[in-house]
């Protein structure tokens, strides 16, 4: 069993790593993560939000549900933290 | 488990370090429009700041100051902070978290979208440091408290 889950962990990893080779090159123009929605930031979010730090404009603005779900994901973390370790543990 | 840190350098000086700690973090918080920080920056910092004051000053007189019940409650708070926001958007008539339809009708829209982003941002602030506090008491408390 062991080895199955190792094996299936390495094909995986080996898939990512093939998958890594169609990635477009680092900074590249033509990308489509520079060509979609970063012009539209750069240009629009200060004018839109009033905000001059583009970071803060699209994590809590564009981007608001994900920073809604990183902070439930922080609230949960902290509630299940509580549950675990407050249990008490008695003398037999 | 750690109970307290008995050195008499390293009690002042946490005394004397916390309140600047203390509104940095607010500082991190308020003006993370303008430059980096933001919510989570600034609850990792005030998080420090009192974890700091629980190792040195002991458990007993900084759970009077501030239990660790009410910790975990200060970051439920925030989260209905962040939730209540975009609620408050979807009932004012447009999607959620779309802040500019914030009920601030004397504010311009660019305005409302900052003043959401600033509510958002205290209540990531808020769920974090009381999260990070929460976690600190829970896994440095006696066994059988």
Request: net charge negative; hydrophobic share 50%; aromatic share 12%.
């Amino acid at each position: 069993m062991k080895w199955v889950a190792l094996a299936i962990v390495g094909l995986f990893t080996l898939f990512m790593i093939y998958i890594e080779f169609g990635m477009p090159p680092y900074g590249e123009i033509d990308s489509p993560a520079s060509t979609h929605v970063s012009p539209y930031y750069i240009e629009n979010a200060e004018g839109e939000t009033d905000t001059p730090n583009i970071v803060t404009a699209v994590l809590a603005d564009y981007r608001g549900y994900d920073t809604l779900g990183e902070t439930t994901v922080i609230f949960t973390a902290g509630v299940v933290c509580m549950i675990l370790l407050s249990k008490t543990i008695k003398d037999d | 488990m750690i109970k307290r840190y008995l050195d008499i350098i390293a009690e002042l000086a946490s005394i004397i370090m916390v309140p600047f700690i203390f509104l940095f973090a607010l500082y991190v918080l308020f003006f993370g429009h303008h430059s980096p920080g933001g919510g989570f920056q600034a609850g990792a910092i005030m998080a420090a700041a009192v974890i700091l004051l629980r190792m040195t000053l002991g458990r007993e007189v900084t759970r009077k100051k501030f239990p660790p019940r009410a910790a975990l409650i200060l970051g439920a708070i925030g989260v209905i902070i962040y939730t209540g926001t975009g609620l408050v958007c979807l009932f004012a008539g447009s999607n959620f978290l779309d802040y500019a339809a914030l009920p601030l009708p004397w504010v311009p829209e660019a305005g409302r979208r900052y003043l959401g982003i600033l509510f958002v941002e205290i209540g990531v602030f808020l769920g974090v440091f009381g999260v990070m506090v929460s976690i600190f008491d829970s896994i440095s408390r006696e066994p059988l408290e």
